[in-house]
């Protein structure tokens, strides 16, 4: 069976966000935009290239990770290991030992969920808070050098006696949003419990009330832009224009018809940290995802490397980018061909079939 035929709609829509992911992964936490040109300039061409996979190098010209610290408290909860002589130094990249083509903790962690809700037809909230804390803690699991906030408050607060449906914290970033893709693809977009079993299991990390409203207006922008089985098939213009739509009448909210018109002389970067932050905090970073899918729907390529290439938080911006290109686009073969997560994202799906 080929690639095309293969992929489902809500499962191309989890892919596009892997997509996003990687293509973000090496120029990832790029505040400085001149910076990211200079130390991946092959990424400027990317918009038209059929693989704007880059793998990351040292150093990183704009890493902050010298100003982070985290003392497990005891080494068995201790999710750095073999990476946490790193933490602290200058110039180290988040994400230095992964290979163009592969994802990030995150999204690793959204692919495992997509896995075990597959095979079990169902999403059970105990079960995946046990698959989490032992790949966290499997040696070797992942290759980040980076292990974001809300990880690290999850184990702090588990080694503390808290069971682990309560280690959760009220973390306000954009990073919460990651696993949503997975869920619509593994329970189908309309599926009759969606909406709660997405706030449910964001809320077991995410307790932010924006975050968790931002994961469901991304389920309801996602249930509408992803099309039909019984619905005649849409011209790309057609779905280019329900993913329009869908952005504007789910995230009124958060971005207008007002506000994307004062913005269209901007360019991607003016707009993604220029007018809106490019960090990962929720209350612009998932503004700025929305209007940046809303600019390039119908263009998957050219919208996930300009998230890219807009720096900042690109990687977790990528859930959201990446997520609704792919909901009225299809990705391109070629880069689902070379993101290294395709064939187990595939083989989940085959299972479950």
Not at 36 to 44: I, K, S, V
Not at 61 to 77: C, E, K, Q, V
Not at 198 to 222: C, G
């Amino acid at each position: 069976m080929s690639i095309e035929t293969a992929v489902d709609p809500a499962t191309q829509a989890f892919l596009g966000s892997l997509v996003a992911d990687a293509v973000a992964m090496p120029v990832h936490w790029y505040y400085d935009q001149a910076s990211l040109d200079g130390d991946y300039p092959q990424l400027a061409a990317a918009a038209v290239s059929d693989s704007p996979y880059l793998a990351p190098h040292n150093p990183h010209s704009g890493s902050i990770l010298w100003r982070s610290h985290w003392t497990p408290p005891s080494p068995a909860f201790d999710i750095l290991r073999e990476q946490a002589r790193f933490w602290g130094q200058r110039g180290v990249h988040y994400h230095q030992f992964l290979a163009a083509g592969e994802n990030t903790l995150n999204f690793r962690l959204a692919t495992e969920l997509l896995e075990l809700v597959r095979r079990d037809r169902e999403y059970d909230a105990a079960k995946w808070l046990d698959r989490y804390v032992a790949v966290m803690l499997e040696p070797g699991w992942h290759r980040d050098t980076y292990v974001e906030e809300y990880h690290r408050h999850f184990f702090t607060n588990l080694a503390a006696g808290r069971k682990p449906v309560n280690c959760g914290v009220r973390d306000v970033h954009i990073g919460g949003l990651v696993p949503v893709p997975a869920l619509v693809a593994a329970l189908g977009p309309r599926h009759h419990d969606l909406r709660e079993i997405v706030r449910l299991h964001v809320s077991l990390t995410h307790k932010d009330p924006d975050v968790l409203t931002a994961a469901d207006v991304l389920v309801k922008i996602l249930a509408d832009a992803l099309p039909r089985r019984e619905a005649p098939a849409r011209s790309p213009d057609a779905s280019a224009a329900a993913l329009r739509e869908a952005i504007l009448e789910h995230g009124h909210d958060w971005i207008s018809a007002a506000k994307l018109s004062a913005w269209e002389g901007l360019s991607d970067r003016q707009l993604v940290g220029g007018k809106l932050s490019s960090a990962c905090y929720i209350d612009e970073a998932f503004p700025a995802s929305l209007a940046l899918a809303y600019r390039h729907a119908g263009d998957f390529t050219a919208g996930v490397v300009a998230n890219a290439r807009c720096g900042g938080d690109n990687c977790h911006r990528g859930a959201v980018v990446g997520s609704l290109l792919a909901a009225a686009a299809s990705v391109p073969v070629p880069l689902l061909a070379r993101l290294q997560a395709f064939a187990r994202v595939e083989a989940s799906r085959a299972r479950q079939a």
